[in-house]
Structure formats: structure tokens, C-alpha cells
């Protein structure tokens, strides 16, 4: 079973379905650890609740980034981390996680890659009046949503949407294709 740190930055939903999809033994790993960089996000509470340990870093009180990643590496290191799952977490990875878990770090992200990189992709589609856009699970690498991507799926945009149900629909497909990438990964 492999032992898999979530990073996550807000309210908790992905982080949510895979923990369910590793109880219901839909993935052959566990949640040992949620590391998060906003102590206020409401993911932190869904971790207490399921009894997974949370693990609080600020950025803003470390020098740089490397030394920032350093603390999150001896957290992940004493605990045995074998994958890192990027769901909702803000920030990108710098080169002291990245060379620690060489294709061992994957983040889910809502459109297309490499259509919409970044931030409000979901409305920047929406906005742009695109007929479709997608969920697309990748391996991080150092740049912004660049990595080698691990599988897509297409979901529509139909003239009657409103952003609210888009994001919606969004936010299911993202919770069934993580929990499928992931449980494909972990038998490996």
C-alpha cells in the first residue's frame, strides 16, 4: 500500500474523494499526511476528521523556497511518503521536491493542457465561449501545469451552462478521474 501525502490549499474536495477511494480500498494506498499552506483552509478540518495528519508550513516564514520545501521534505521523508498528490494546493513545486520524487508527484488541473494554464480556467473557458474543456491529471515538473500529462477527460459546455453548473460538473469529473489515475498508479 502506498503511503501518499496530499498538498492542498483550500476547501478540500479532491483531497476528500481520494481519501474515501483509499478507505473503500479503491486505491491501493493511504493518506498519511496533508500538507497545507493555509492554516484557515477547510481541508484541514476533512483531514482531522478522517483521523489523517495535517501538517501546517507557511511559505512567509522561510527565506526562499528551497528552504520553505526542506521542512515539507523532512516531514514526507520521516513519514515514509512514496507519492505526492498536488489537489488544490497553490503554489508551485520547487526543485527540492521535484529532485526528492523524481514522476512521483502528480496534480490534477480543470481544462485542457495545454489550454488554460494557471488560475480561473474553468471561466476563462467559460468566458471565452468554448464548446468544450476537460480535467487533465500531469506530472509536475517546474513549470506551470507543464508537465508530461497522465490522462484527460473532455466535458462538454452546452449553451444552457451557467459557470456555477460547469464548475460543478467539473468538480465531479475531477474526483472520478483522480481517484482512477490514482488507483492505476498505486498498483504499479
Not at 508530461?148 to 459546455?157: D, H, L, M, T
Not at 467539473?170 to 482512477?180: I, S
Request: proline fraction near 3%.
Amino acid at each position: 500500500m502506498k503511503k501518499i501525502a496530499v498538498f492542498a490549499s483550500g476547501t478540500g474536495s479532491n483531497f476528500q474523494a481520494i481519501a474515501k477511494a483509499c478507505e473503500k480500498g479503491v486505491i491501493n494506498g493511504q493518506i498519511t499526511l496533508l500538507v497545507c499552506d493555509k492554516p484557515d483552509a477547510k481541508v484541514i478540518g476533512k483531514a482531522k476528521d478522517m483521523n489523517i495528519e495535517v501538517f501546517t508550513v507557511l511559505a512567509k516564514e522561510y527565506e526562499d523556497r528551497a528552504a520553505y520545501e526542506k521542512v515539507i521534505l523532512a516531514q514526507l521523508r520521516g513519514q515514509g511518503i512514496e507519492l505526492l498528490v498536488l489537489a488544490g494546493y497553490m503554489r508551485l513545486v520547487g526543485n527540492t521536491l521535484l529532485e526528492a520524487y523524481p514522476n512521483k508527484i502528480i496534480n490534477i488541473h480543470p481544462s485542457l493542457l495545454p489550454a488554460y494554464p494557471g488560475l480561473n480556467s474553468i471561466k476563462r473557458a467559460f468566458e471565452e465561449g468554448e464548446s468544450e474543456t476537460g480535467v487533465t491529471v500531469h506530472y509536475v515538473d517546474s513549470g506551470m501545469d507543464t508537465g508530461p500529462i497522465i490522462a484527460q477527460r473532455v466535458v462538454e459546455i452546452d449553451d444552457e451552462d451557467t459557470l456555477d453548473a460547469l464548475e460543478e460538473r467539473m468538480h465531479q469529473v475531477e474526483h472520478e478521474l483522480y481517484v482512477e489515475v490514482l488507483r492505476k498508479l498505486c498498483e504499479d
